[in-house]
């Protein structure tokens, strides 16, 4: 007992000293970070919203029809691209529960266009839809003896193949996070569904869809809000074009800046913060709880 | 002996019945395996398509790429030869920008490290105060999708006068890449022991002994899938580069592709075989470290 006091006391002493230099360390290694988001994220989003000040910035995005287009685009990419994306990834994820070899060499092909850089291979389906010289239009004169569409010069088109060419890029790396989440799932929960007679569709109805429900709408939250700054895949394909009617509010602020109107350019991203904050205040309340 | 006989025997003479239910159940086997195939064939090619377009012009003289033809007639090398050599105007600095690719990507994974492994472990195991609050804010900055980002950067990096340097694109790489870094290896931190901790403070390490010779060695699965997370994020970058850079001898191997498409009269096929040699790095990264990836992929999630 007397051991345990005599003991407890030079540490309670110590203690104060000892905390503080641990706090000062904390200090010390966490500067580096708060540094960086002090001079490139602090920094760059107030000069940002300083240059998107003037209300006339405003009044020239809403006269600009391309603006009004690139809105409805962005809507269109977010919620008809992102559900189809996030059904198919659904769909397929329960297609790579199957234990087959074949299915896991599948697997490790099925990964690349996630794993690879997204503009060689943007690219190259560019090429491939190109009205004279690209393949799919060649194949289509060769079987048909007729001239395929001008893919990219039609904007419904375009900007449908360009919401095929995110879903191609992304839809692997969201079947894995569903697969993840399937695999998590109890198989005797399913033996139990089995027993009592379900049929497969009974068996998603009542033991995989109610395990998945969250991580599912969890996910397609967070894949509108990637969407929706997804560059790469309107900008490499289409380029905006038609007539810049396939523009996205991602893709919009660039061509601000490229024609040199910077202040119409942060405009243009401050328009597309309503669309991003509450899905991200959303998804910050979800993964805190 | 005689059992093993028995049962060895038993299957060679089965009864009729048991012929129609083996059957059956093989017909049954069958077509799960159709279904199966019916969804797996799309898949494959849906997936390879793409991919299988871009070797195919890579390994094609330009006659035979550009007549749509579906198999390589003539396959040959001489594509990379003339990307290799640099023999086209369009690439005269490609060896420049491969370098510059691969110095970028380097920095930008061990700086995106030293940053986020020290916040990781001063929120983690040193209980900072207002770890929670820097752990919000970075996680805030991950889900703000980085293209918006771009222009406020571009017009920061001209003011601190690093625009058309690496070190513009490289900090802003380190920006995108640590919000996430920080919160990975801060999950993984937390679920190392406190007993590690306890005894090697008993023994009298300081915080730096603590995180050098406790904390680190512990860490490295996460901190190598880390440090490749950074790598392919910062190599694949297109957005951030081709508005930071602008020099031929200055910009990465996606800003130079991207270039080609300026032009009318592109080499298509070259154009398709260096995309092909910037492609490779990466995959070839993704599928070693796949196992260390993996981990890291369902511990959250990467940018997709």
């Known amino acids: 007992m007397s051991a345990t006091v005599a003991e407890a006391a030079p540490a309670a002493a110590a203690q104060p000293f000892r905390l503080s230099s641990w706090q000062a360390w904390g200090l010390i290694l966490i500067a580096p970070y708060l540094l960086v988001f002090l001079f490139f994220v602090i920094y760059p989003i107030g000069y940002g919203l300083w240059l998107a000040r003037s209300p006339a910035s405003y009044a020239h995005l809403a006269a600009d029809p391309i603006f009004a287009r690139a809105v409805v685009n962005t809507l269109i990419f977010l919620i008809v691209g992102i559900n189809i994306k996030m059904a198919i990834a659904l769909l397929l994820s329960g297609f790579f529960t199957n234990e087959r070899r074949w299915i896991r060499w599948l697997s490790v092909l099925f990964i690349l266009p996630w794993a690879v850089p997204s503009i060689p291979t943007i690219l190259s389906v560019r090429f491939m839809l190109n009205p004279e010289w690209g393949v799919v239009n060649q194949l289509i004169f060769r079987f048909t003896a007729e001239d395929g569409p001008n893919w990219l010069n039609d904007p419904t088109l375009a900007l449908s193949l360009a919401i095929a060419v995110h879903i191609w890029k992304s839809l692997p790396f969201w079947t894995l996070i569903l697969l993840a989440g399937r695999l998590a799932i109890s198989a005797d929960l399913y033996e139990a569904a089995s027993v009592d007679g379900a049929t497969r569709w009974q068996k998603f109805l009542h033991v995989t869809w109610p395990s998945m429900r969250t991580l599912y709408v969890t996910c397609t939250i967070l894949s509108m809000i990637w969407t929706l700054g997804d560059f790469n895949s309107v900008y490499l394909l289409t380029g905006g074009g038609p007539a810049d009617l396939t523009h996205v509010l991602a893709t919009l602020g660039i061509r601000y800046l490229r024609l040199d109107q910077v202040d119409h350019s942060m405009a243009a991203v401050v328009c597309a913060m309503p669309f991003v904050l509450p899905l991200v205040y959303v998804l910050m309340k979800r993964l805190s709880k | 002996m005689s059992t093993t006989t028995a049962r060895s025997v038993l299957p060679a003479t089965p009864s009729a019945e048991e012929r129609s239910a083996a059957r059956t159940n093989w017909l049954k086997a069958a077509g799960t395996e159709a279904k199966l195939l019916l969804i797996g064939i799309p898949v494959l090619l849906w997936t390879l398509i793409p991919i299988y377009h871009l070797v195919l012009f890579a390994i094609s003289p330009k006659q035979d790429a550009m007549s749509g033809a579906l198999f390589p007639a003539h396959p040959t090398l001489q594509n990379f030869k003339i990307v290799f050599g640099e023999k086209h105007y369009f690439l005269s600095h490609f060896w420049q920008q491969f370098w510059n690719s691969a110095l970028i990507a380097f920095a930008t994974g061990v ?75 801060k999950q993984a931190s937390d679920k190392l022991p406190v007993e590690l901790d306890e005894a090697a403070i008993m023994d009298g390490a300081s915080p730096p002994q603590l995180f050098r010779f406790v904390y680190l060695p512990l860490m490295v699965p996460s901190l190598v899938a880390i440090g490749v997370y950074a790598l392919l994020l910062a190599w694949n970058e297109y957005l951030f580069a081709f508005l930071l850079l602008s020099r031929d001898t200055d910009v990465t191997l996606p800003v130079a592709l991207g270039s080609f498409l300026a032009a009318d009269d592109s080499p298509w096929e070259l154009l398709m075989t260096t995309g092909l040699i910037y492609a490779l790095p990466p995959a070839a990264v993704y599928y070693v470290f796949k196992r260390y990836m993996v981990g890291g992929l369902t511990a959250g999630a990467v940018k997709s």
């Open chain 2, 111 to 185: 700086l995106t490290l030293v940053v986020a492994t020290s916040a990781a472990f001063a929120i983690s195991r040193l209980k900072v105060k207002g770890g929670r609050t820097v752990m919000n804010m970075a996680l805030f900055t991950y889900f703000i999708p980085a293209a918006f980002l771009a222009v406020p950067m571009y017009k920061t990096m001209g003011s601190y006068g690093l625009l058309n340097t690496k070190w513009a694109l490289i900090l802003a790489m380190v920006t995108i890449a640590s919000p996430y870094a920080i919160w990975v290896l």
